[in-house]
């Protein structure tokens, strides 16, 4: 049974940066896909990036692109997602997940095998 754990999540001011982590245990995460979501109170759980088993595909969401970039490293079965230049509308709960298939986490709704319990990020303006 897999599990995912996110990390790096706070509060900073507008214009900041934080870098979140995802460390992924209990099995081999190395050929799965990879993507963060994000929930805002009172808002739909939405897309925010997700990232191929090999690293050479991504994906963004429009209100994100050019700001944040995720990435991953397979020995240390871990995801990243770099945020820069926040806004207060990125003030969410962020979450990690896992799925075997790229495309699959693209999807609406989004077919995912694991789910992390979620960060939160917040930020002030």
């Known amino acids: 049974q897999g599990q995912l754990v996110e990390s790096g999540g706070g509060l900073v001011q507008a214009g900041g940066s934080l870098r979140l982590s995802c460390a992924a245990s209990?099995?081999?995460?190395?050929?799965?896909?990879m993507g963060w979501f994000r929930q805002a109170p009172g808002k739909e759980r939405e897309f925010v990036s997700a990232?191929?088993?090999?690293?050479?595909?991504?994906s963004y969401a429009d209100s994100v692109k050019g700001r944040f970039a995720i990435s991953r490293d397979n020995a240390k079965n871990t995801v990243y997602l770099q945020m820069n230049s926040l806004k207060p509308d990125d003030t969410a709960v962020y979450y990690c997940?896992?799925?075997?298939?790229?495309?699959?986490?693209?999807?609406?709704?989004?077919?995912?095998?694991?789910w992390g319990p979620g960060t939160q990020v917040t930020v002030s303006s």
């Open positions: 997940a896992a799925h075997p298939v790229y495309s699959d986490i693209r999807l609406e709704p989004p077919v995912i095998d694991y």
């Open positions: 990232i191929s088993w090999t690293g050479y595909s991504t």
């Open positions: 209990g099995r081999t995460f190395g050929i799965y896909a």
